[in-house]
């Protein structure tokens, strides 16, 4: 439930345009759940949005045998630049 919360925290902050505190809660909650999907992806979005695509790149690379939604989510964003969050 811990990196549940860390996730939902970084989402918000992101979504505020708080990229740092973002950064500081998905980077707590991958260090309880290293493979935890919306973490990694919602990550990688906000690497995406502060033109990190290398770092965006190897959250990418984490999810790439989950078959999940959150793949096709942050490659999406990848190829495209941009994050719709």
């Not at 502060?50 to 078959?67: F, H, M, P």
Request: hydrophobic share 30%.
């Amino acid at each position: 439930m811990v990196p549940d919360t860390l996730n939902y925290l970084g989402f918000t902050s992101r979504k505020i345009g708080d990229f740092r505190n973002a950064e500081i809660y998905y980077l707590l909650g991958l260090e309880i759940d290293p493979i935890h999907k919306g973490i990694n992806e919602y990550l990688g979005e906000l690497y995406v949005n502060t033109n990190r695509i290398d770092k965006a790149k190897e959250r990418l690379k984490i999810l790439e045998d989950c078959n999940c939604e959150e793949y096709e989510e942050l490659s999406k964003a990848i190829k495209s630049g941009s994050s719709k969050y």
